[in-house]
């Protein structure tokens, strides 16, 4: 009994592992369709929608990658999928502030992670899995790919997902024209796009947009510079 449990436990994780790498290969050329949140959000939401028009990142403004990183993620050409002093760094404040709002210290590729392939949440499954598909696209997919589906995938606002749709939500115009300012306001709202918006900014969103512009100067995205 013990055995044929044990080999059909051996046969799930197989299927998993093959099921995983062979997605994490497909998206590495094939464009997303769809995501586990968008779905969620989909039914969530009164009226219920998904507006996204995927673009590649010669199509989209050459300020919001940089926009991005400087906002979500410094170190994002230097790390292998996880900024681990940026998680030391929230350990300890999350120690010091218990019993307020968690800090976190996702980078871009474990945001793509859990957005392509996972659902929201911090169980310890979840988290788990988040590590592993993030080893998974850092090994089979290039910087550059991992910054081309995370802009296309991210939620930028009630139903709004990625660079184009959020660029015509906001601004009525395409990624591509997307300005230094624009892009900066849409890296800003990120952490709760649902909440803020980019083209109305609050205060907050204002001095965090302002922050992102004046440190954009001071990036150099060599791996996923457009030609």
């Known amino acids: 009994m013990l055995k044929k449990i044990f080999r059909i436990i051996l046969r799930v994780v197989l299927a998993f592992f093959l099921l995983s790498v062979f997605s994490t290969l497909l998206f590495r050329f094939v464009p997303v369709p769809v995501t586990p949140l968008m779905l969620i959000r989909y039914f969530e939401m009164e009226e219920g929608k998904i507006d996204k028009e995927w673009k590649s990142l010669e199509e989209i403004s050459d300020h919001l990658p940089l926009a991005v990183v400087t906002a979500e993620d410094q170190k994002f050409e230097e790390h ?47 988290k788990g899995l ?30 709004v997902y990625g660079a184009e749709a959020a660029s015509t939500y906001y601004f009525r115009k395409p990624a591509s024209k997307l300005s230094k300012s624009e892009a900066a306001s849409i890296a800003a709202i990120l952490p ?23 440190h954009m100067n001071k990036i150099d995205l060599k791996e996923i510079d457009q030609p």
Do not use: C
């Open 192 to 214: 709760n796009p649902i909440r803020w918006s980019a083209a109305k900014p609050t205060p907050y969103i204002v001095k965090k947009r302002n922050w992102i512009m004046r």
């Open 80 to 126: 292998f999928g996880f900024d681990l002093e940026a998680i030391e760094k929230a350990v300890k404040y999350n120690e010091r502030h218990k019993g307020k709002k968690v800090k976190g210290a996702s980078t871009i590729s474990q945001q793509t992670a859990k957005n392509v392939f996972l659902w929201p949440g911090r169980s310890w499954i979840r």
């Open 130 to 159: 988040e590590v592993y598909f993030t080893f998974l696209i850092e090994l089979l997919w290039s910087k550059e790919r991992i910054m081309e589906v995370y802009l296309n995938v991210i939620e930028m606002g009630p139903g």
